[in-house]
Nanobody, 114 residues
Framework: QVQLVESGGGLVQPGGSLRLSCAAS????????MSWYRQAPGKERELVAR????NYADSVKGRATISRDNAKNMVYLQMNSLKPEDTAVYYC???????????WGQGTQVTVSS
C-alpha cells in the first residue's frame, strides 16, 4: 500500500536548521510531483515547497530547499534560519496530475522556540 513517512521534525531554536525526510513506498515515485506542506495550529494547510517546478512559499524563499532522490524514493526539505512562525506540522505530499492521485503522510511536528 501507499506510504509516505516523514521524519526529522523536532524542537529547534530560532535561527537553527532542520532537515525533514519523507520515505515513499507503494507507488511509482518518479511519476509524482513531491511537495511539502505545513499546518500551524488554527491555520489552513499551506504549500511550503514543490519539486519539479521548484515552487516555494514566499515565507520560506531563500531559507528552504526541496530535493528528491528517485533512486531511494526519498524527498527532503532543508530549512535554515528557522523562525517561530515556522512552527507547524509538516506533511509530505505526492501528486500525479494525469489521474489526480494524491497521497499524504502522517506529518512531523516542527517547533521553533527558545
Amino acid at each position: 500500500q501507499v506510504q509516505l513517512v516523514e521524519s526529522g521534525g523536532g524542537l529547534v531554536q530560532p535561527g537553527g536548521s532542520l532537515r525533514l525526510s519523507c520515505a515513499a513506498s507503494g507507488f511509482t515515485f518518479s511519476s509524482y510531483a513531491m511537495s511539502w506542506y505545513r499546518q500551524a495550529p488554527g491555520k489552513e494547510r499551506e504549500l511550503v515547497a514543490r519539486s519539479g517546478s521548484t515552487n516555494y512559499a514566499d515565507s520560506v524563499k531563500g531559507r528552504a530547499t526541496i530535493s528528491r532522490d528517485n533512486a531511494k524514493n526519498m524527498v527532503y526539505l532543508q530549512m535554515n534560519s528557522l523562525k517561530p512562525e515556522d512552527t507547524a506540522v509538516y506533511y509530505c505530499n505526492a501528486y500525479r496530475n494525469y489521474d489526480h492521485s494524491n497521497y499524504w503522510g502522517q506529518g512531523t511536528q516542527v517547533t521553533v522556540s527558545s
